[in-house]
Each structure stands twice: as C-alpha cells, then as structure tokens.
C-alpha cells in the first residue's frame, strides 16, 4: 500500500532550486542530507546543476523510471508539474505548496484540477499543502522538515505540517523513533484512510500517532481504524472540538469539523485510543509502544516514600482504576523480601530504606501474582535513592506479560536519561498522573482488544411499509413526520404503539375512547404547531365519555382562537399508557459517521443534566447495553430510589431496532422517540410520542 | 515570625557523627558545604574532631548562645537533646529522625513527650519525621537534602520530606529557584499554619508552593491561607483525596485526612490555588511568579501554524476560558502588521512566515487592548522558525499590565533553553493545555484578590429558644431532632414553618385540619421509625374529615402491625406545602473546617445526580448565589423548561440563616431541610421536612 509512496526506488524533484529559503531547495537539500540511497533527479527549466547534480529541464528528459515526484512549485504550476508526473507513470507525487482549498475559490479551482489530472493518471497524490512524508528505514526525507528524525516504533500522520515536525521531534526526545512519519495536508486524494491501512501493516511501526481536524469519509475511517487497532495502537488527537477550535479549524482548512459526540462514538467503535492534549499523545503511544497491554484495572503502586505512595493511589483512583488491596499471600511475599521500615500495602512504601534489589524482588512478586494487572513504580529522590540503580534493577525484571510504567520524581539532572529508559523499555513520566493516564489509555485498548465478538441482531420486521410511507412522503416532499406517522413507522419495526385513532368530532372521539377503553388522552394532529401542548394540545387521563366530550370542544376552540390558521389534521384519541420509567431513544445521522443513537432518561436528565449517551449503528445488545450503563443516571434503572427495576433488556431491544431501522433507511435523517415509557421486567416499553424527518429527494438534474 | 529557625546566626547538630550515610554526618556535611556563614557547632558524646571543627561533648559546654539545634540522633534519644536544647535557649529545634506518631503507640508518647519538653522550654520544633529547613538567602541548608536549590522565587512547604526534595528539584530545573524551604513532618508544634504565616511575609518568597496530606487545624489554616493569598499566590496539592489515597496517608501519618469536599470548600474560602497534580503544582507557581494575574478570561492566542492555533483555541475553551472574536480595531492593527499570509482571528495565526517582530507587533498591539487579558503564544516549529530569536522578541516586549505565557511545542534541542526563558520571566510549558492550566489559575486567583468584601449579614432570631431546646436536649442526651422539634428551631431563625399540631386521637385530628384547614398531610411522629414513609406513616393531601380519620386509623394499624414495639409519640397534622421547586438545604460539621453548607435541588438531583455544592459558614449572600449558579441544575431555577422562575434570593436567605444559626450553635452537628419549597419571586420558600442532630455534652471528669 502506497509503496512507491513510502518506499520509492528513485525521486524526482519538480522545481529543484538553489535558492535558499525556497521549498525546492529545502527538498533537494533533505533529500540529498538524509542519505536516501536511490537516484534523486533535480527538475527544473533552468537547467544546470545542483548539489553538484544535473538538473533536468524537464522531467520526460530522465530516461529512467521515476516513483516519487516532488512538486515544489506555487500552486498555479502544480497541475502542469503534476500532468509532467502522469507522463513518466510516477507512482505518487507530493504536492508541498499551499493556496488550494483552504486558500478560497481560485484554490479550490486548482486542487479540483489538480485532482483530476491524478485521478485520470493513475498517480496518488498527498497534499497539497503539506509538509510531505518521511520512512526512516530507508533514509528517506521527502519533506521539507530540516531534520529526519531517528528510525523508531511509533507512524506519525498529521493533518498540520507544523505538528507533523513538533510531533517528530517529541519522538526524538522520549527516544522513540519515528518509522514513517507522513503529513496529509488538504487530503486530496490521500487521505487518513490510505495512511492508516499503510501504517496498520508496516512493519517498522508499532504503534500510530495522529493528528486530526476532520475525517474525510466516516464510514471508511471507522473500518479502516478498526482494522489497524485490531494490530497494533491508534493514538490520535483529534482537534477542533469546541466553538473556537472549530472556527479556528475551519479557518485554514476550509472544512467544518462536525460534532465531536460523532467522533467520540467513532472512535470509540474502532477502538482507537484518544489523547485529549498534545502530551497525551505521546505519553500514551510511549507506554503502548513499551510495554504489554493490561488484562485489568488493578495497579500495584511501587514507591518509597509515603507523599508519593499517597499521591499515586489519589492518581490511580481518579482516573477510574483500582488499588486493590494485597491479598494475604502477596503481603506475606512482600514482607519476605522488603526491608522491615516498608509499609506493607498497596501502595507498597519500600521507604527511605529502598534499594534497587527491593524493586526487583517487588516487581518479581507482583508479576507472577494472578490479582495484579499493571505496576506503577513512583520514585521520590531521598538521600540514599540510586536512580540509575534502581532503573536497572527495575528493567531487569520487567516482563512481557505485566506492564510496568514509572514516574520519577524530580529534576533531572538527578534521574537517568530518559534514553537510558526509553532504550530498556521503560516508560518514563515527569508526574504520577501522567503515568496513570498512559495506564489508563492502556487498559481501555486492552478492554477493546478483548471485546466479545460484535454479533448485531436482525428483528424480522415488516420493512415493506416504511418504504412505502418514506417514498410516499419522498415524492410529496412532506419531510417531517408528526406523532401518527412516526409510529406507524415505529409499529413496522416491532415497537408497541397504544390504540388509537384520528377523528375529527367529539361523538366520534367517545367512540374511539370507549372502543379502546378508558382512560384515553387527546392529543391534536398538526403539521404547524410545534409544541402542541403549549396551546393546549394535548389532555391526558380522560377518564368518562363527558371528560372526552369536554376536552375535545375546549382543545378546537383554543386552537381555533390562538392559532386559527393552523391546518388541523384531527385529533388522536389514545390510550394512556401505563406508568413507568420516561426515556428517550433517539438518532441523528452524523454527516460523517452516519446514523448515531442517543439514549437518555428523559426531561430533564437529557434537557438540563446532559446525561445522554452516543453509539454509532448498527449497535449490538452489548453495545446497547453500555450505553445505558454509561449513562449518570443508570442508577435510577436499576430500580433504587424508590424506583423499581425496569427492563434494561426491553430498552436495550429498542435501541436495537431503531438501529436497525435507521440502518435500512438512510432517508431517516432523524428519529426521537420521547418518551418511550419502560415497565418492570416481562413488560413491553411503550412509545408515547415520537417524530422523525426524512431527507429531501435529490432535485431532478 | 519563626526567625531563629529560619535565619539562625549560629547552629548545633546534637548526634553529629563522623559514619557516612547516618544523618548526624549528611546534616553536619550539609550544612558545612552549603556556605552557611555562622557558627556550625557539632555535638556528641564522643567528642573529638569533625569536618575539622571540635565536638563538644555536651551542648552545654559551647559558651555562646545557639539560635537552632539539629537533633540527629534516634527516637529515643530526642527527648534528652531536646532537653539540653531548652537548658541552651535554642530558638528552634529540628528533628529530623522517624518512629515518632506515625510509628504506633510507642512512638506517639516519645512525641508527645518531645512536644511538652519544647512548650515548657519555649521552644519551636519542627518535624519529627522531617526534612529539615533551607534558607537560600542566607546559603542555610539544615536538613539531609543533598542539595540546596538555587536562590529564587518559590517558598516551599511539605508534609513529604521525599517530595520537599523533588519540589527543590524540580524548581530548579524550572530555573525559578527557591526562598525557603520546609518539610514539616509530623507537624508536632510548628505547622502548615506557622510556615504559610511566615512565608507570607517573607520578602524572598514570591509565590507559596506546599504538599499537604492533612490540616492541623482547620479554622487557623484557612485565616492564615487567606492572609497568605492576600499578599501573594498561595499553590498547594493537597493528596489523600481517593479512599485508596487516604488509606496511603492514613498509613505513614497515623492520621485521617477528613473529607475532600470540605478541603474543597476551604481552599476556595481562602483564594488556595489548588492543584490537581504535581505537574500542576509548578505549572501554576511558574506562571503565578513570572507574570501579572490576568483581569479577566479572555485569551489572545497568537501562533504560526493551523494546528496549534486549532488545539489551543480548543484549550482555551475546554478550560472554561474564553477565545473571543478580534474587535474590528484589533483586527486591523493586526492586519497592518502582520504578513500577508496571516489568518487574522483568535487565534492569531501569523502563518508560517512568522517572524520575531510579527510576534513582537502582535503583543504590543494585544497588551494595549481592552479587551484581552492574556495572551498566550504558541509557536510550532516549522521551516523557518528562529525560537531563539523569536523569543528575545517576545521578552523583550512583556508588559507588567497583561500576562504572557508560552508553549513552545516539539524537542528541547530546536527550542531555547527554560533558563533563557525563566531568566526572561516567561512561563513556558510543553502543551497548549497546561499553558492554559495555569492562565486558569492565575485568572481564579485574580478574582480571588479582587472578590467583594465579605459582608454577612445577621437576621434577628430567637436565639434563646435554640439555646433552650438545645441544652434540654443535651442533657437528656435525646441527640437526634425529628421533624417537629426541628422546625422549631428553624422557626426560632426566621423560616416558614406550616402551621400545625400532634394529636394522637383522630378526632382531633380532624379538628386541628378544620383549624388549620384543608388540604393536610398526616405524619406519624416516632424516633424509632426512621423512614416513615416506608411504614405508611406520611399521606399526603388529605382533603376531608374523612380522608383524615380513615388515614389517622390506617396509620395507627399499619404501625401497630409492622413496628409493634416503635415509641410512637403522636400524629403530626400538617397543612400541606403549595406546589414548589424542591431543594434540599444542609449543613455537616466538619472536624477540622467547621459547618458546611450544602446545597442542592431535590431527590434524585442530589441522590442520583450528586448535583451539590458545598460553602463553609458563615457565608455572604453573593457567596450563596454563587453556589446556587455553581450547581449543574442551575437553570431549573432560572424558571427554564416548564418550570417557573425561582426566588432565588429566598434561597440564598434561608443558606445564610442556617449559616447563622450553625456558626451560633457549634453544638449542631447536622443539619438538613429536606424539601425546602421554593416558590416564584416573592413567596416565602417553605420548610416541608427538616432534621438535626446535637453533639454529646462532655462526659464529667
């Protein structure tokens, strides 16, 4: 995959220059510095030599085969260097300048040709407005990044040339290496998709660290993550999450971001391990590209002193994982090899006392335990601390079934050099916390990698007349869909609706009611009012055929006073549902992503306390499942408070089918069932208001 | 304010010894290399020479006076040398050695023994279990730290001698170098209170840095720390916050750290910028002590590069800052000024072409504007970056007006040394979001030092009655207040109390509901059923002298029944609540801060949700509305989603009654009004169910 990209047998350089400063000369000069074995053939109309080079007039003079084409020329001269390119069959070509989309409508015009001369050509493209790409394996620095940095573990992408190089030379200075390190620019062609699927098999890399602002196709990325997380760590730190980072975003790539809940669930399902800050990034790919993975939660803390064993467990504790305490066997092993001054616990406070050997035996111990996951070593210098020692001791005795991270406590110039640690595998962070959020990352990769097989149900249901209702609407361009056709919609895939029926005068309400049973609720059909029961729209709990009478005179002589040019539809005579648990089910489909689901329990647990869930469909019971235990307010499902116990399973199954349902119907663009009343366990959950929109047909061309 | 132990004119070391490795030779080694200029005087009964300097055998025998004695010699010789320290006049003591409280029973009384022989002498002690003290202006380094710090900015204080090491470390590679610094231990005499007193009048100190695991004394540490603030910025991690992190400390200082959320409410009382890790510790202090505190939280961010103008916008906002928009004559200064390829917006991003005086410009025009109170700089490495220089250009134009922090993002080896930048006074961090962090900071501490005057207020109530209640119930030792006598007391300090009776016929029942009128709730008064709604013991909106006698039997039944052995000590019949929001007002004494208020709306807001807010007593009205805003549910009372607006200051009235009436009744334990009513702008919010518990009169000697 994008082999002639990142492994090219030979280079051309289109605007090849000797002009300090310009792009073309910093390429020629990368190119030549980094000790790239292969031909690199200087391109330009001037002609003569550089870096005691030939230099082509153009590039169809060069007799030999080329793989890689660098254009180093400003945006106007791009297409015409890209169609040079094209006619010497040239496998990839990176494009370095800016002022295509992000630079307005003339750019964007020049990127369209640009793509289309690569597309019709057989040639992939990264860029433009890119920094280019780097393979350490190979000596290769296409880019226009002074420095290549060392050969390493972690494939660095991003869509920021700048922190493509700050991303680069972080790798450097924790002593990682870089294996290929790629900036995708404006994504014209090549995309994280490509780069992903590239880095998920290379070799040289063992884990993947990104940068993003937006994600060209969701649904591919969302695979292709997938695919690469099942081999190796994704870290990626997706930017342009708030108001500001999203203006700030859109303002130099010329592309809205879109809802950072869709990525969240996104990433979630592909299991890629999101940094929230530029450190994160790296603290986690370290400990991912060192260490083994947890099978667990539970952290046994190493230190020696009791400020940094306190600070530590608060760290661990925070961020969710646990300090178990020892068990018996595991205590009585540790007072056999630690000094008499250590307090036995965990964390284990080897004290002041602690020398390197002590760490070993610690460490020995606590690997071959079945109740210990991961082992956080904390360092606080005293006077008698051998940081060198004790790393050494320390790798000594790590193992590949148990990680161990370590935090050292202090200046520097006391510790070990972070190479002598990164060089022996051991993750290394300035702070307790910083190591714990490296756990952490770890833990919740290790959580995904082992998650059970995604088996998504199929409910038979009767997909037939939501087409027909969806095409019917389709062709009427009446989009949004009120309470009755939405559970029509919602009947047909398997969710119980009350009785009830539409009529437009009162006798006839009463017949209804008294056919249904009472007592029923009122509620007006109206494709202009919005918020019906603002206006009196609804009555619940009608209780006698005089109540129905009442209710339906007042409710169209309110209507007909505060709204008389509403279109009234009729009014809908239903059975009032049954008590229970309010929640709400819902969907959007993400532009990105696709159709996301939302659960929430419903008023004011989804409108003032935000509690609400995301899951990308189609969704599995499991899925579903977390969802609602992800939820602040899960508690109040699980029947405490005065509540009783609902069936979690029946809601679960809800979520499911609309899943489904918004699988089989990309028309659905959204979907609220609110609220959707649930019942102890046996009982069906009951859909008491719900509405959806569909998308408009394409205009005829 | 603890002179003679902070700048001693002359110094003993009693147990100095000549083994390597004991603490008697680090001490003496110490003190002799860090060019303390007194006179340093070792003692031990053996006599002889060391580090040439005659010993003395006793201290008695040394002719002139000594300022400060370093006790190093075990636990169980401290008390004797203490003794010869008093007999000298000694200013100060310092015991460095371990095996005091925290080592058990034994210990605990060779402390409290050491403890009355320096009360009885007049003299300060510091630690056991300690460090030690370093005074860098007058090069005094009297602890068994290898090393002392540079002179500089930070005042240190720790409760962990291993992380008083680190801290100097780590303040000297942050090159803002250190004033005092103090490990005190097991804070037998001298404590976190003495060292903030002192620091905070220490003209060396310009920032207060401290670890704390626990507070001696609540009420003392919080004037002390407010004092400190006043004068300068106070950071402090205080660890021991997670069940796993107390039983750490508990385990290594033998005492109990009490409750986080009345930490909490403390720090913020007394204007503690508190950190959230040791990372954030220095983060904070750095900015707090090279830059001005901001006026407000809006941030310029100025950069070169999309990327880190997009994560730093997304910093800036996620930390509940602002990034607001350019004023149109901000936008064209800007544009005047900079290159052509900026992107002129917040964030600033000069492009790639960036040079020194673009930054240089952008500053001067950003510290002359009203409407930015920080800047923050972000500089990505690229092509043609100059760090270097770029950062003479940024120093050279801070402004004491504005504060100016910056991440430099990538490798140290391409960026300017943290010693040009802190000599410079620039506060320089590896990521955007602890670049952000710390502005945070220094904005919470600005509004701190610039909050109203604390003004509260003082209601006229019925002190005596409480007084009367109170004392009877104390001395029949009858602790636990159930509903009825409750409100009394509540009635006692001005609250709205429903008018009713306790009968226990139901033919008074009856008539009391006539009296008071209908509708009325019925509740059985019993202190041996706790919940009584469980047993049937509350009905609500009885509307009818029957309602009220078939409830008043069925009660009696029921109770009969199920609780045939509970005291039951009548009916309670009350008038029923008008409809109203729900809040739950209540007040825990905490042992080391004293009341807490507590704020919340009701049920599953404060059940489930854990939607609270906590405020010590006594408390100002615009610090009561400010926890009402600070809760997540603040909007429920701003009358949105179908609920009417709130009489907010009704509420934040009945906090500061409460806050009277606890602050008046140290006596009161807890306290809880749980509903309070609250009703629209003018109604007086209603006592619907209230409870409270006394403490226990002393036993008699």
Not at 183 to 206: F, P, Q
Not at 571 to 578: F, S
Request: net charge negative; charged share 25%; with cysteine.
């Amino acid at each position: 995959m994008l082999e002639r990209l990142f492994s090219p047998k030979s280079i051309a350089v289109i605007g090849a220059s000797r002009t300090e400063g310009k792009v073309g000369y910093a390429t020629m000069s990368n190119l030549l510095e980094s000790g790239f074995a292969g031909p690199i053939i200087p391109v330009n109309p001037a002609g003569g030599e550089l870096f005691n080079l030939p230099v082509y007039t153009k590039l169809a003079d060069y007799p030999d085969p080329i793989d890689l084409v660098v254009v180093a020329v400003p945006a106007e001269q791009v297409p015409a260097a890209a169609e040079e390119a094209v006619r010497k069959k040239a496998g990839a070509i990176i494009v370095v300048a800016a002022g295509f989309r992000e630079a307005g409508r003339q750019g964007r015009l020049i990127e369209d040709e640009l793509i289309e001369i690569c597309r019709k050509g057989g040639v992939r493209l990264l860029g433009p407005n890119c920094l280019g790409v780097i393979n350490t394996a190979i000596n290769l620095n296409a880019s226009f990044s002074k420095r290549i940095p060392q050969a390493g573990q972690l494939g660095i992408f991003s869509q920021s040339g700048a922190l493509c190089t700050a991303m680069m030379d972080i790798a450097d200075e924790r002593e990682l290496g870089v294996s290929k390190a790629v900036s995708i620019g404006n994504k014209a062609d090549i995309t994280e998709v490509d780069i992903l699927e590239a880095l998920a098999h290379d070799e040289e890399t063992r884990v993947i660290v990104g940068y993003l602002e937006d994600i060209s196709d969701g649904d591919k990325f969302v695979k292709a993550a997938e695919k690469a997380s099942t081999r190796k760590p994704v870290v990626i730190l997706k930017a342009g999450i708030t108001v500001a980072g999203n203006r700030a975003a859109a303002s130099h790539t010329g592309v809205q971001a879109g809802k950072d809940t869709a990525y969240g669930a996104a990433f979630k399902r592909a299991g890629i391990c999101r940094a929230d800050s530029f450190e994160a990034l790296f603290d986690y790919a370290t400990a991912l590209a060192l260490q083994p993975t947890p099978k667990g939660d539970r952290v046994l803390i190493i230190t020696n002193a009791g400020g940094s064993a306190t600070m530590s467990a608060d760290a661990v504790e925070k961020a969710g994982m646990s300090v178990p305490l020892l068990t018996p066997d595991l205590e009585e092993q540790l007072r056999q090899h630690l000094p008499p001054s250590a307090f036995i616990d965990n964390p284990v406070d080897i004290s002041a006392a602690a020398e390197p050997r002590h760490y070993a035996a610690a460490i020995d111990i606590a690997v071959a335990h079945p109740d210990i996951d991961s082992i956080l070593i904390v360092l606080a210098p005293q006077y008698m601390t051998e940081p060198a020692a004790t790393v050494r001791a320390i790798v000594a005795h790590l193992d590949e079934t148990i990680p161990v991270i370590a935090s050292f406590l202090g200046g520097s110039d006391i510790m070990p050099s972070r190479k002598e640690l990164a060089a022996a595998g051991l993750p290394f962070y300035d702070s307790p916390e910083r190591a714990v959020g490296a756990l952490k990352a770890m833990h919740e990769y290790g959580v995904w990698k082992h998650r059970p097989a995604r088996h998504v149900v199929r409910f038979p249901v009767n997909r037939r007349r939501v087409e027909r209702i969806i095409t019917r609407r389709q062709h009427t361009n009446r989009l949004r869909l009120g309470e009755v056709k939405s559970k029509d919609i919602l009947k047909a895939y398997g969710f119980q609706i009350l009785p009830g029926r539409v009529t437009t005068s009162a006798e006839e309400a009463v017949e209804i009611a008294r056919f249904i049973g009472f007592p029923v609720a009122l509620k007006v059909i109206s494709p202009s009012i919005v918020h019906k029961s603002d206006l009196g729209g609804v009555r619940l709990n009608l209780g006698s055929a005089q109540e129905v009478v009442d209710a339906f005179d007042l409710m169209m002589l309110r209507i007909n006073k505060h709204a008389p040019n509403a279109i009234i539809g009729g009014i809908y005579v239903e059975k009032m549902a049954e008590k229970g648990l309010e929640v709400i089910i819902g969907m959007t489909r993400d532009p990105q992503f696709g159709p996301m689901l939302m659960f929430g329990l419903g008023g004011i647990f989804v409108e003032v306390m935000k509690d609400v869930t995301f899951h990308l469909a189609p969704i599995t019971e499991d899925e579903a499942i977390q969802m609602l235990k992800s939820t602040r307010s899960y508690e109040l499902l699980q029947g405490k408070r005065g509540v009783k116990e609902v069936d979690l399973h029946a809601i679960a199954v809800a979520l499911q089918r609309i899943s489904q349902l918004t699988t089989d119907f990309p028309q659905i663009l959204d979907l609220d069932i609110n609220p959707l009343i649930v019942g102890e366990i046996g009982n069906e959950p009951v859909v008491v208001d719900a509405r959806m929109t569909f998308a408009a047909l394409p205009e005829e061309q």
